[in-house]
C-alpha cells in the first residue's frame, strides 16, 4: 500500500505560480509512476502529468505542457508540480497518484490516490 499526501495548493492570481508536493509513505515512490490529476467542479478527474520511474520519462496534457513541470525526489519519496503562468481554467482539485506502470490519461487505472489539494486561479 502506498499513502499520498498533497500539499501546495492555495489562491493565487492568473500569471502566478504554485508548487505542488506530494509525499508518499508506505512504500518506495522509486518503484512506482507517479501523476497529477485535477477536478473542477461539475467535471471528470482529467489527466494533467506523470513522471515515470527508473528513467523518468515525463507525459503531459496538452493544456499544461511548457507551463507546467513534472518531477521526483526518489530519496525524499516525494513527487513535486511545478505549476507556471497559472490561467483561472486551472482552477480544480489536484489529486497525487501512484502506479506500478504507466497508466494512461484514464484516472480509473490508477492505483493509489491523495485527498487532493485546492488550486484557485483569480482573473
Known amino acids: 500500500q502506498v499513502q499520498l499526501v498533497e500539499s501546495g495548493g492555495g489562491l493565487v492570481q492568473a500569471g502566478g505560480s504554485l508548487r505542488l508536493s506530494c509525499a508518499a509513505s508506505?512504500?518506495?515512490?522509486?518503484?512506482?509512476?507517479m501523476g497529477w490529476f485535477r477536478q473542477a467542479p461539475g467535471k471528470e478527474r482529467e489527466f494533467v502529468a506523470a513522471?515515470?520511474?527508473?528513467?523518468?520519462?515525463?507525459y503531459y496534457a496538452d493544456s499544461v505542457k511548457d507551463r507546467f513541470s513534472i518531477s521526483r525526489d526518489n530519496a525524499k519519496n516525494t513527487a513535486y508540480l511545478q505549476m507556471n503562468n497559472l490561467k483561472p481554467e486551472d482552477t480544480a482539485v489536484y489529486y497525487c497518484?501512484?502506479?506500478?506502470?504507466?497508466?494512461?490519461?484514464?484516472?480509473?487505472?490508477?492505483?493509489?490516490w491523495g485527498q487532493g489539494t485546492q488550486v484557485t486561479v483569480s482573473s
Open positions: 508506505g512504500r518506495t515512490i522509486s518503484n512506482y509512476v
Open positions: 513522471i515515470s520511474w527508473i528513467i523518468g520519462t515525463r
Open positions: 497518484t501512484a502506479s506500478t506502470y504507466y497508466s494512461g490519461t484514464d484516472y480509473r487505472k490508477w492505483q493509489y
